[in-house]
């Protein structure tokens, strides 16, 4: 639920004077005396001790504007505070515990109209998509040694593995540029660690004994078992296809498809690329009439028009459409789960990662439909969903073998 305000407007100098006070603050305070001045300011029983800011803050409450542009202040407050502790790791602990402030309600009377109106508007925001970005954000924080007692871990608690998930959990439509950056950066270097650590994994199982390297053996980097690591290794950077590897793959379609006479003919080619390394009766008594007529029903108005991106773009979207999930208002992912039970997790993760090489710009929507059934099932515990985090996992060392560091994408399995 959003309340309505826009993404661009322009900071009032109340709102850039209390931004301003808390930037200061947390540059030089603790996390404990600042999260006591955060619930002072927005959640106290008593008017906030520095006088102009409180003043700038009952001008803001005040204002006509305040229900639209309210979610957007306290969401920037709080990224000035998080953007501060998340660059040093002994401060991290304090992200969760400011978003838990949020939540707390206070059982005392307020003390005057302002601070009346500051908890009204509060129990508002975390009702919006903002207060439930911000919410998955403190989970990337959340110690992991710590799990709840007589509880398995919650799917949302996961969110810190999966880079590719960042962007489309931690952001919404109206967050700023500094807070996309940030996220950017973080997106980042969890990617370039996943490389690394998988990167070392893989080289270390290519050694023929362990005596040979005289260390200890570097950790398996993913939720999978060492046996089912293995195989996804041995799937997404062998060969699949006839003896070619998915990049060899996607290069000998997309060099004959150049050539194909229509869209028509294009879809056509496309269905035997995706389908030409399935077999059983599952694939073929089913998932491959099912597929076959998608593409047939796909842009059909475009049949006799030449190929060109925009149609190869629309068609990956809407197979992963078809084949993951449509959007957070069309949940419906039937298909993918059979999939999963019927072809295997890393088989069907090896078909997402066909069709993203085909057209590049697409990963972003596959991503985005991950990031949806992620939000979906975010309050399942993990035994519940093994089939969703094994495709999480899976879909990790792909994009890692396929996009990431050099290193990773130059590796060759022997």
């Not at 939540?103 to 903002?130: C, G, M, N």
């Amino acid at each position: 639920m959003n309340y309505g305000f826009t993404h661009y407007h322009q900071t009032t100098l109340d709102e850039q004077l209390l931004y301003n006070h808390l930037q200061k603050l947390v540059g030089v305070s603790s996390p404990q005396d600042m999260l006591a001045c955060f619930r002072c300011l927005f959640l106290g029983d008593q008017e906030y001790q520095v006088t102009e800011v409180w003043e700038a803050l009952e001008r803001i409450v005040d204002s006509e504007s305040v229900r639209d542009r309210f979610p957007f202040i306290i969401n920037r407050c709080c990224y000035i505070l998080v953007n501060q502790w998340q660059k040093q790791s002994r401060l991290q602990w304090a992200i969760p515990e400011l978003i838990d402030l949020l939540l707390i309600e206070p059982t005392t009377l307020p003390s005057s109209w302002t601070a009346h109106r500051l908890r009204r508007l509060l129990y508002k925001f975390v009702q919006t998509d903002e207060y439930r970005a911000l919410r998955r954000l403190a989970n990337a924080f959340k110690d992991s040694t710590k799990p709840e007692p007589d509880c398995q871990p919650k799917l949302e608690n996961l969110i810190v593995r999966y880079p590719y998930l960042y962007e489309h959990c931690f952001l919404t439509d109206h967050s700023e540029i500094d807070q996309r950056q940030q996220i950017r950066k973080m997106q980042e270097a969890a990617g370039r660690k996943f490389d690394r650590d998988l990167y070392q994994y893989i080289t270390y199982q290519q050694k023929t004994t362990i005596q040979e390297l005289g260390v200890n053996p570097p950790h398996n980097p993913t939720l999978l078992s060492d046996r089912k690591l293995s195989q996804a290794i041995d799937h997404f950077t062998g060969q699949v296809d006839g003896g070619y590897t998915y990049n060899e793959s996607s290069q000998l379609f997309l060099k004959q498809s150049s050539k194909a006479s229509s869209y028509h003919a294009f879809k056509g080619e496309l269905y035997e690329y995706l389908t030409n390394s399935m077999d059983g009766k599952y694939a073929n008594r089913y998932f491959k009439r099912r597929l076959e007529q998608t593409l047939k029903d796909t842009l059909s108005h475009n049949d006799s028009h030449s190929v060109n991106s925009s149609l190869v773009a629309g068609t990956c979207k809407r197979l992963f459409d078809f084949l993951v999930v449509e959007s957070a208002q069309k949940p419906q992912h039937f298909v993918l789960v059979d999939l999963t039970n019927n072809l295997g997790v890393t088989n069907v993760m090896g078909l997402m990662l066909k069709i993203v090489l085909v057209c590049r710009q697409t990963k972003r929507e596959l991503e985005k439909r991950f990031a949806v059934l992620f939000t979906h099932y975010g309050n399942f515990e993990r035994p519940q969903v093994v089939w969703l985090v094994e495709s999480l996992e899976n879909l990790n060392i792909a994009f890692s073998t396929h996009f990431g560091a050099s290193a990773m994408r130059s590796l060759k399995i022997s």
